[in-house]
């Protein structure tokens, strides 16, 4: 297909290349041709493997329903349920970009959104595509942090006023109500508009994404763009994106900046999202993660962003159409350190410079963190900051109670990490599957996105303690924190209730050394030393190494039988005592304890 030209008089830009064209109706592409909830794969620990559906009928107890019919299958009977490959529209909705912030509430749990606030009892983030806001305890997160290589610079969401200081409007744009309830945007009038939003600090390379709306119809005279303006060595060039209204899909237009060979994208009406990635070797524009346009880098700096529709003389009446603009976001790119002191007592920012700063992080919202150090409160914006790492304190997690499931489900390009987390399944409908997570609440995992639903089994689960231990007396590098917090280590717990069910604890961890044949210590272990201890209100009752049965090199979750009686309601101590060799008593076993859980397990209904 071949451009058509618009009637509107242009000034004389750079030269663009085209490709073919490219049908993208956004983010919200439904997973099947007919509208309907796409299939799933489940493994049963049968070992069968059927084609069917998560469901929970009239609210009821959840299950997989085959494809080939019979009776649904009770989801405690499951291993994994995955998306099915060869449904239409494959495992997952159409690529986005992933939201700047990664929180984690311990080892591989993450979850992806916008920062909202941190006080000093919550983390709040907005995630998915609705911006549902999730307020995690703060005491259960371990991390919150960019992502990785870049530093959030500035985030417009357009909900308040226009800031002054920022934007430079000369006629037609203002922030106001979006039609429904979509909140408010940025609205650019069809009859000549323009505005300048001045970026806080030059972005050298990085990327700006925004989301826009598409007519969806063609008026001969009318356009709007949005301009990026560098910096250049003989003054501004700029790289217009042309998002409506007198071309059937938008174009790429450059002034005194590098030429972009351009590929069609012929849109639906409605919402999209644009993302434009620069440095100084590339330029890369995209909507929906459908290339739009590629080129070399600009020679300058991105300086400000510019907002403007132009009308000829004889352009079609507008009839209430308008540019509306929402979630401007623009990062900065930066090359990532290591090496990093761990201080597990009290809050650190990492700085984007490599730096460390200690103290006690105070609050922090979309824009600035507040530390307090040695009595003085401290501002650092985000361009500064490449992530906050919280003090590690033991605090237990309220219940969660039903199947307990691992989620993974992709928030951006396929290739990049998904989110994960941990807890019961609570409910689920054609769009989501919920589950209860410790520390974050109900968290919905969307159903075209998700990669994998591992089923661990019926439980109700009390998170004794998210953080990361080091248990020895040496410096390893390959452990979290490197510097051992002892031989010894007890973590206080309150049960308001105490189950009539089995009870386990439930441990990941690494580097334990194992009671088994071939073991380095082996003969050590089965004489009663170098072992790490378990006890309950005093009591000893196990040890975490003849539950180990290979080196334990990477992270492997250890499930440790309560005996009855130990556990009490009320008040608890769980406590880990280490042990040294028989020829060298002061030897420890350096290990890392990542997760500590107490649950009490439920039997699985048979199989039909």
Known sequence: MTARTSSLPRPRFGLVAWGLVVISAGASAPPTQDG???????????????????????????????????????????????????????????????????????????????LVSI?????????????????????????????PGEARVAAESFEGDLDAERWSIRTGVEAAPSPGDEGRALTISPDEAEARYRLPEPIEAGRVELSFTWGGRELAGRRWSVDLVFDGPLGEEITRVVLGWADPFPSVESRGGPEIVVQPLVLEPGWHRLSARFGPDRTLLAIDGDQLGRGAGPRGALIALRFRSEPARDAEPANGLQGRVDDLLAVRSFEPTSGFEVEPGQDELRLVSGDQVWGEVVSADEDRVRLLVLDRELDFSWSEVAGLYFRREPFPSGPVDGPIARAEWEVGDPDSRPDRVEGAIVGLDDGEIRLAVPYLGTIPVPRDRFRRLEILGRARQVVLDPHARHLGDQLMPELDPPLPDGDRYEIPFTLDTLPDRPAALVIDAVQVEGDYDGGRFVEDLRN?????????????????????????????????????????????????????????KEYRDDLGLLRVALEWTEEAPESP
């Open 36 to 114: 309907s909830p796409g299939g799933e794969v489940a493994e049963l620990r049968d070992g069968r493997r059927l084609t069917g559906r998560l469901i929970a009928p009239d609210g009821g107890p959840i299950a997989f329903e085959p494809g080939t019919g019979g009776d649904p299958i009770p989801v405690e009977r499951l291993l994994e349920v995955r998306p099915d490959a060869d449904r239409p529209g494959g495992a997952a909705g159409k690529p986005v970009e992933a939201p700047p912030f990664l929180l984690s509430t311990g080892l591989d749990r993450r979850l992806s959104g916008r």
């Open 528 to 584: 009663g030393f170098l072992k790490t201890t378990l006890a309950l209100n005093g009591e000893e009752f196990d040890d975490l190494n003849r539950h180990v049965e290979d080196a334990n090199r990477s992270p492997s979750r250890l499930r440790i039988p309560v005996p009855p009686g130990l556990l009490s309601e009320g008040e608890n101590v769980l406590a880990f005592r280490q042990l040294g060799r028989e020829k060298e």
């Open 119 to 147: 006080d000093g009892e919550a983390v709040r983030l907005a995630i998915g595509p609705d911006g549902r806001e999730v307020s995690a305890d703060r005491r259960g997160v371990s991390s919150l942090v960019q992502r």
